[in-house]
């Protein structure tokens, strides 16, 4: 029997703990005196050092970045979400910008003035990254709370040398996986040990998917987490202006890079109210996982509800965990994609889980922020909607404003749609009330 549906409700940042892993997180502080390499500096703050003087930015702070969850009529919230700030080597911001479309006149070796990997004091402010991602876990909250807690420092901690570790280990898991050569990290396995030693040659993106690899490794080494998994998307924000770091809300280059697995979904918001959908769902009928899987040996199967189940059980054909998946081609590593925006012609980023997508048109999720000047008030705004129209799942939101939040013009394109959509859902209580 199904339970009673539980009251939504939106709950604010760091709320929603669910037990550990067992096993202990991958990274740890070191214990001698920490190099600029290895030093961990996640921080849910950003400090920025300028010609006009010191910016501190709390990207914990309602008005800096928007966070809005609910459980909709879930017994329990199995959603979480990472909201921090993360240093990563200058060669691998470097790296990551290499052949985008925009870039140019950030690429060249000076730096414009960030000569190499800077030990000096200070010199991580330019190296900073604003770290925001989204986790929609199933089976259980551990998998999401353990990436809540883990991917950022996974991800500051990774280098090349960890590269055949992981991918021996995944390798060894059997089936599909028998053949997996650590896709964009493969050519990291050919190197001599010396190379690989080093950081210089590894893009942000490649870091991106080394994390999760040594995430969903450490899930599938930990038994209380057979049943459970989880879906990401990660966005990975820094500003291009030199020579000064400034913060990325207030930059005309700004570097974004996503990495994805699953149904959580990461858009763009235009200043011209145009939307960039920058995530397509990983699932066993879609454009980018068909062609991947078609030799596996495992099919589709569609419910009574017409949703495709990949070896009719998942609907998502990457993730973290399940393991009892992974021999048939449910991969841990993402799909990575990086651009560079003019800071001024973007409003917006937004990430959210499908509790918000299965409810609402992504058209709706930009339209919905028009007009607001508080971050955080759009994302509860976002979350709100989708409970009124009748959404059901965890969902779980991340506004943050570009340098052009807050001049978003165009029409709203969606208006008469919501208004219509509430007047249905409103109709129908209606009814029911009076059966």
């Known amino acids: 029997m199904r339970p009673p549906p ?64 609910s459980r909709g009529e879930r017994p329990y919230q199995e959603d979480a979400y990472t909201v921090s700030s993360v240093i990563v080597p200058q060669p691998a911001l470097k790296r990551n910008v290499l052949g985008v479309s925009g870039a140019a006149g950030w690429m060249n070796d000076t730096f414009e003035g960030y000569p190499g990997e ?13 770290f925001f991602a989204v986790y929609d876990g199933h089976g259980g909250p551990q998998v999401s709370t353990y990436l809540r807690t883990n991917l950022a420092p996974l991800l500051e901690s990774c280098k090349p040398s960890d590269i055949a570790k992981e991918v021996d280990e995944y390798r060894a898991l059997g089936g599909y996986l028998k053949r997996y050569r650590g896709g964009p990290l493969d050519r990291f396995r050919a190197k001599s040990d010396e190379t690989k030693e080093g950081r210089e040659d590894m893009g942000l993106d490649e870091m991106c998917v080394l994390a999760f690899l040594q995430a969903d490794n450490a899930v599938l080494a930990d038994p209380s987490t057979k049943k459970s998994g989880s879906v990401a998307t990660l966005a990975l924000v820094h500003s291009l202006d030199t020579p000064h770091a400034l913060p990325y809300h207030s930059s005309s280059l700004i570097s974004l890079t996503i990495a994805h697995l699953g149904d959580t ?3 763009l918001a235009s200043t011209s109210g145009r939307v960039q959908t920058l995530t397509e769902n990983h699932h066993g009928d879609s454009r980018v996982e068909s062609e991947r899987l078609r030799q596996s040996g495992t099919g589709i199967v569609t419910d009574s509800f017409g949703e495709s189940r990949w070896g009719g059980t998942l609907a998502n054909t990457r993730g973290i965990g399940d393991r009892e998946f992974k021999t048939l081609g449910v991969i841990g590593e993402p799909e990575v994609s990086k651009r560079v925006l003019k800071g001024d012609e973007w409003s917006f980023l937004v990430l959210f889980s499908d509790g918000i997508s299965d409810a609402m048109s992504d058209q709706e999720v930009v ?14 705004k976002i979350v709100s909607f989708a409970e009124d129209v009748g959404g059901e799942d965890n969902m779980t939101c991340i506004v943050v404003p570009l340098p052009g939040w807050g001049r978003m013009g165009g029409v709203d394109s969606s208006a008469s749609r919501r208004e219509f959509r509430l007047r249905q859902v409103t109709g129908a209580s209606s009814r029911q009330k009076r059966m």
Not at 118 to 130: F, T, Y
Not at 367 to 380: E, N, V
């Open 367 to 380: 339209d919905l922020c028009r007009g607001i000047k508080d971050p955080t008030q759009a994302a509860k």
């Open 6 to 69: 539980c009251p939504p409700s939106v709950t604010s940042l760091r709320s929603l703990l669910a037990p550990p892993l067992r096993r202990p997180p991958l990274v740890s502080a070191p214990a001698s005196s920490p190099t600029a390499s290895t030093r961990r500096w996640i921080s849910d703050k950003q400090s920025f050092r300028t010609r006009h003087g010191n910016i501190k930015v709390d990207l914990t702070s309602k008005h800096a970045i928007g966070v809005a969850q």
């Open 118 to 130: 800077d030990s000096s004091p200070g010199a991580e402010k330019k190296r900073q990254v604003a």
């Open 265 to 267: 979904r990461a858009l």
